[in-house]
């Protein structure tokens, strides 16, 4: 439980850094922020596997990278269900949004997580 808090503070966080850099991507506060974080860790557990299954053939042909449209699609998702606090301007910045964040994630994956743990 207190994994999945964290996680979805770290997810506020890197949604704020990719919202500071590209102007097409629009958090209204922090509150914005953890509440889309909150949302994407929902539909990540609820949709994003039915999306996967159903576009299976798509993701095996193009070795993966179609899992960057699903990310987008999923972005979009919860860019419709938070209203006015949460906006991307096109499916191309939820894109490109979907590969930062992704990025940001492994880095950080790597670089703090994956030694903390090793220390246990």
């Keep these: ?62 070795l993966g990278l179609f899992l960057i449209v699903i990310n987008a699609v999923t972005l979009m998702i919860a860019e419709g269900l938070m209203g006015d606090a949460f906006n991307i301007d096109s499916f191309g910045a939820a894109i490109l949004a979907a590969v930062v964040i992704s990025l940001l994630h492994l880095m950080i994956q790597k670089a703090i997580v994956e030694p903390l743990q090793k220390k246990k």
């Design 1 to 62: 439980m207190i994994r999945w808090f964290v996680s979805i503070l770290v997810n506020a966080l890197i949604l704020i850094v990719v919202a500071g850099y590209f102007h097409s991507f629009h958090l209204s506060g922090i509150g914005a922020a953890i509440g889309a974080s909150f949302l994407l860790s929902i539909l990540n557990i609820l949709v994003k596997p039915f999306l996967i299954l159903l576009t299976l053939p798509v993701t095996i042909f193009t």
